[in-house]
């Protein structure tokens, strides 16, 4: 990590740690605490996997065949 800003690579948890740092909200915190344990090479890839993550959480479930 750097002192301005988050140092990438970062795992879940510098991540998360950083955003404690930084006074995050809750929601900010429960965000980063629901993505993968990856290494995360820059923040883009942050965004896309917590947006993958909140698609897959409001996409309604398929019908089943009858």
């Known amino acids: ?25 809750s929601d900010v915190l429960d965000l980063l605490r629901g993505i993968p344990e990856i290494e995360y090479n820059t923040p883009d890839d942050v965004t896309k996997e917590i947006e993958r993550l909140e698609s897959e959480r409001v996409r309604p479930p398929k019908p089943k065949a009858q």
């Not at 002192?3 to 970062?10: L, S």
Request: aromatic share 8%.
């Open 1 to 25: 990590m750097t002192g301005r800003g988050m140092g990438y690579p970062a795992s879940r948890d510098d991540l998360v740690k950083f955003a404690e740092g930084k006074q995050a909200s």
